[in-house]
């Protein structure tokens, strides 16, 4: 780089005589000794706006130094104060002994985000009707040829600099920031602190007229000057490069005094170069934080004037941090916000959570990447922030719809089914559709043998006391094998098992709880006897099959429940009981689905009223392992006098019937059959008859 830094640090305090604020002919020096070793600007970010009460003469032998030169910038500020009467601004520029060298100035002001940093230089400041540059674009219309005071118009995004023939001269990009475009220009740092090569005040001033404390003087600047007091011997001996010094005693030793010193300046860091005058010192309170504060884990400030040399040298170099158009920003907000609300949507809270923090880190990383390899700025807190909220947003939805969707189930299900079954349905309620669908389930239905006399012999009150003691110990027997209680109709009890949730036991937990049940009423039966006179028999239907559930009902009244063929034969089951004197019937698949827990014996092949194909039905006995024995005979006996009346062999199959009866003392079952027997031997069935009996009834 061109640009070098001269900063009043910590040795400067140390070396120096006098403290700071150092007398203005120290800065004369300064001047002088910059000029007499070929720099070719000096641009101050240390501002001369009141003279100096030391040394009043100091001030006027700075304007001599600086006149002389014809290549320093000074700096000053625009004041800007807010009273009653609105804002009052003026320009603070140097002293008039100063101005009148002929000197450039421009204003130092800093411009600080939010968060403390500096990530913007300006490029001007309005004031009046005119505009009031910075001292780092004074420094760019000096280098680019341009005028003090140049011609510019706004394109694209950059302002267009003309020189006074109307020559475009520079283009610089303006940033843009949250309301439009700024006069400003995004700083591209090039790294942290001491980037640029600094060197200490006091080592510039350090020349053969000027006394630094005796431990600190070393008339270091003689070693560059042409006219130096110090010999060739000398300042060859200090060059720091042996092939060079090497060289320059060579040519000194053949008299080329010219070449010597051509030597000597290839080592001489301020040739040619753009001197940045400014404090590093912390005590002066004219540090920064950058974006490279904690560059390499180390927590450093940058000098006020290191930060005009990073603006500058983006400046000329063109290397200017672009920022995507508007409508890009907005589209990538969109899209990453609804990718996230999508995610969330599709596959849940937690892990969309993990989506989430995977589409921050792709842009966190992309952002990165464009920006360190395209200088292109995307502006990712924006869309971090619409991600973030994109998610705590859906997911508060998702919590308050899951809310509303459980209050809902709880008013549908709570008196249907147990806590247990309604928590679950709570947690997941994916597990089921309201809309209807396909299930496999079993089906349940019990009906009290002769209600109706029962409810002719009791006043109102004392029906529904008995309905209550019966329906609910009914009740939490279903509810205790997962069924739901799809209705209640007076002394019906239709239950559904599978559904809403699906259960692979749905058939098994369906006959249990019938056998629960019936031994449950059993005692309860002796109490509504001694309590109300009446006794309570119960037929139960249960069969399996593929039903449609969901809500049905109309928009203002609806309810979850089942539908299908398999309903309507576990309500057939339950009637047919009637006629084989029987209390559980259950289907053929419900059968094969449960065999392996429970015992029950093959009663008839049925067909119920509306069908035309039979179905084979079983008397539902008791759990696996718990039949006694003299049912397990009955069962045997049956099942032979089954196989005779299948086969025509009435005689046989009587007699078979007949030692059931026998060995239980009394078979409703088999004194149904013995009586079918005795009516086929008058009237034979037709030849294509295949043991199957029909209803006629439901």
């Not at 209390?583 to 093959?602: H, L, P, Q, S, V």
Request: aromatic share 12%; hydrophobic share 40%; net charge negative.
């Amino acid at each position: 780089s061109d640009i070098i830094i001269i900063a009043i640090d910590d040795q400067t305090f140390k070396a120096c005589k006098d403290k700071y604020p150092f007398p203005r002919s120290y800065y004369a020096t300064l001047v002088e000794n910059l000029n007499e070793v070929g720099v070719r600007t000096i641009v101050f970010d240390i501002q001369f706006t009141e003279p100096d009460y030391k040394d009043p003469e100091g001030d006027q032998i700075l304007a001599e130094a600086i006149k002389k030169a014809g290549n320093v910038i000074l700096a000053g500020k625009v004041v800007r104060q807010f009273t009653r009467g609105g804002e009052y601004s003026f320009a603070d520029t140097p002293i008039p002994v100063l101005m009148e060298t002929g000197a450039d100035w421009g204003v130092v002001g800093e411009i600080q985000d939010p968060d403390g940093f500096t990530r913007r230089y300006l490029i001007f400041e309005p004031l009046s009707d005119s505009f009031i540059y910075s001292i780092g674009m004074k420094l760019i219309f000096r280098e680019k040829g341009l005028p003090s005071d140049p011609d510019f118009h706004f394109e694209d995004g950059y302002f267009v600099f003309f020189d006074s023939t109307g020559n475009e001269r520079a283009r610089i990009l303006a940033h843009r920031g949250t309301r439009g475009y700024e006069q400003t220009v995004l700083i591209n740092y090039y790294g942290p602190a001491g980037t640029f090569p600094t060197y200490s005040f006091s080592s510039v001033l350090d020349d053969a007229d000027f006394d630094l404390k005796e431990d600190e003087d070393t008339d270091y600047m003689e070693l560059f000057k042409k006219n130096s007091i110090y010999p060739y011997e000398f300042r060859i001996a200090l060059l720091a490069d042996s092939v060079r010094q090497e060289r320059a005693f060579t040519a000194l030793a053949m008299g080329d005094t010219e070449k010597v010193e051509s030597i000597i300046q290839e080592e001489n860091p301020f040739r040619d170069k753009i001197a940045l005058v400014g404090v590093s010192i912390e005590e002066l309170h004219d540090n920064k934080y950058t974006p490279f504060y904690e560059y390499a884990g180390v927590r450093k400030l940058m000098p006020g004037v290191e930060t005009h040399a990073h603006a500058i040298q983006t400046i000329l170099d063109n290397n200017y941090i672009k920022t995507l158009p508007l409508q890009t920003d907005f589209l990538l907000i969109l899209l990453f916000c609804l990718v996230t609300v999508i995610s969330v949507v599709l596959i849940r809270p937690i892990a969309g959570g993990v989506v989430t923090i995977l589409v921050m880190g792709v842009v966190t990383f992309v952002s990165f990447y464009v920006f360190k390899n395209n200088n292109i700025w995307i502006y990712t807190t924006p869309i971090l922030t619409g991600v973030f909220i994109s998610y705590v947003s859906d997911v508060v939805y998702q919590f308050l719809a899951e809310q509303k969707e459980k209050k809902k189930i709880r008013s549908m299900f709570q008196t249907y089914m147990s806590p247990k079954v309604l928590k679950y349905l709570e947690e997941h309620p994916d597990a089921f559709s309201l809309k209807g669908e396909k299930r496999e389930a079993t089906m349940f239905f019990s009906d009290v043998a002769n209600f109706t006399t029962i409810s002719e012999s009791l006043p109102a009150e004392e029906l529904a006391t008995v309905l209550n003691k019966y329906l609910s110990p009914m009740t939490e027997i279903l509810m205790s094998y997962d069924g739901y209680v799809d209705k209640y109709e007076g002394d019906a009890i239709m239950c559904d098992f599978g559904v809403p949730i699906e259960d692979p036991d749905h058939a098994w937990k369906a006959c249990w709880a019938a056998l629960d049940q019936q031994e449950k009423l059993k005692t309860l039966r002796e109490e509504i006897k001694r309590d109300h006179g009446v006794e309570i028999y119960v037929r139960m239907g249960i069969n399996s099959g593929i039903v449609s559930a969901g809500n049905m009902g109309s928009n203002q009244r609806f309810q979850y429940t089942v539908m299908g063929d398999a309903v309507n034969q576990a309500s057939r089951f339950e009637g047919a009981n009637k006629v084989y004197g029987t209390w559980i019937m259950i289907g053929e698949e419900t059968f094969e689905r449960a065999k392996d827990k429970i015992e029950a014996r093959i009663l008839d092949k049925l067909v119920v009223k509306g069908k035309t194909k039979p179905i084979t039905v079983y008397e539902l006995l008791a759990k696996k392992g718990e039949l006694d024995e003299t049912m397990d005979k009955v069962r045997t006996y049956f099942m032979k006098g089954l196989e005779c009346y299948w086969n025509r062999e009435w005689d046989e199959a009587i007699e078979w019937f007949s030692k059931a009866i026998e060995v239980r003392g009394d078979d409703p079952p088999s004194r149904v059959f013995i009586e079918r027997c005795k009516l086929y031997k008058q009237n034979p069935p037709p030849p294509d008859w295949k043991g199957d009996f029909v209803m006629t009834t439901k």
